[in-house]
């Protein structure tokens, strides 16, 4: 089309890529490629918008480029200010003129480095906490023209993330929720699968805290993930077999062959402390999967027996846990998803046991000390 079609002289063709750096696993070849397009297309040219410009791209003389800064606070402000809110049923226009310019300045001071740095985010922003900032106008306890009041009544809305991005959210302990009651049993008549206390409080009450806690926010994989990286924190090694194999006897082999029974000593006189209150010991992560694949078709769901025990979603799980930092890796060396890597958990018991109950399992039953 390029080569055949009669163009006027000097005509060209702009390519605009908005956001190129945001590509998803985009190979190191992907720019040179598109800027070199100009070269095989003669009347073509390419530009590249860039939300974050490494230093190393503007140190390069050969490269055209135009910076485009930031806007300032008295920026900011003024074109915010040339769209007023509506006035509420208890002021005048120039009485919402005057709160909104100061308000707007307001809100500059507070979340333009943070989460308002762009004009689209800081007008989310003003449109967003107005109305709570004028609500004890509505409520006739301050007048439009007192700021001072009105922000320091407003102040915790100031630093409430949550309002500006839903999906920011923060844990308030101590909120309980309703009670819904869980349903017992499968359509084959056999027993929900899990721990023996699960089997036996299929038909009671489980609590769904409204709350923002971690059992609401981590799916279920990461839930899963957690109470293995605990129980492979605060059980020995040498228990794995007693617990997570279905092919465990109890019994002890000997070399020439047949079976005896374990040897009952003498009973020790030196008392010793639970696991659990000697904090949480470091693991092997392969140990850790190892638990996890041996558990999962037990604990959760159908939806999570399939696959292997290495999939994306464990792997998004692990590396989302770390980013959190309930799970600590031990050591800089190596890959985070070495097998061989040393981890911690980094949750302690009563989290952990209502992470469980959240899932109807009772974690206790899973520890041996």
């Known amino acids: 089309m390029l080569k055949y079609t009669e163009r006027p002289p000097g005509w060209r063709l702009v390519l605009v890529f ?45 490269t055209p480029h135009i910076q485009f800064p930031n806007y300032t606070k008295p920026e900011f402000v003024k074109i915010l200010a040339l769209e007023p809110p509506p006035p509420t049923p208890t002021t005048t226009q120039d009485d919402t003129n005057f709160l909104w310019t100061r308000f707007c300045g307001a809100v500059c001071d507070a979340l333009t480095n943070s989460a308002a740095r762009t004009l689209p985010s800081c007008r989310h922003s003003c449109e967003a906490l107005w109305p709570r900032f004028t609500a004890p106008i509505l409520a006739r306890t301050h007048g439009p023209r007192e700021f001072s009041k009105l922000l320091i009544a407003s102040r915790s809305h100031f630093q409430d993330e949550a309002l500006l991005n839903p999906s920011i959210v923060s844990v308030r302990p101590g909120i309980a929720a309703d009670v819904a009651t869980a349903a017992g049993g499968t359509a084959n008549g056999q027993g929900p699968p899990g721990t023996p206390s699960r089997h036996a409080k299929s038909a009671q009450q489980v609590g769904i805290s409204a709350t923002t806690d971690l059992t609401s926010l981590l799916p279920a994989t990461a839930r899963v ?30 070399r020439g062959g047949g079976y005896t029974a374990p040897r009952r ?77 040393k981890w911690r958990i980094n949750v302690g018991w009563d989290i952990i046991r209502g992470m469980g109950r959240s899932l109807g399992i009772e974690v206790e039953e899973w520890l041996i000390d």
């Open 265 to 341: 000593g003498r009973p020790s006189k030196h008392r010793k402390i639970s696991r659990k209150l000697l904090g949480a010991h470091a693991f092997v992560l392969e140990r850790m999967l190892a638990i996890f694949a041996a558990l999962r078709s037990e604990w959760a769901d159908g939806k999570l027996a399939a696959g292997g025990v290495v999939d994306g979603d464990v792997g998004m799980a692990i590396s989302t846990l770390a980013s959190l930092r309930l799970l600590l890796k031990v050591g800089t060396a190596g890959d985070s998803m070495d097998r061989g890597g």
């Open 225 to 254: 993930l957690l109470l293995a990286a605990y129980l492979a924190s605060h059980n020995a090694a040498r228990h794995d077999l007693t617990l997570f194999s279905t092919f465990h006897h109890g019994r002890k082999k000997r």
């Open 18 to 62: 908005d956001a190129i750096d945001r590509q998803r696993d985009a190979p190191s070849t992907l720019l040179p490629a598109l800027a070199r397009l100009c070269e095989i297309i003669p009347c073509l040219t390419t530009i590249f918008i860039l939300t974050a410009p490494s230093p190393l791209m503007l140190r390069t003389s050969s």
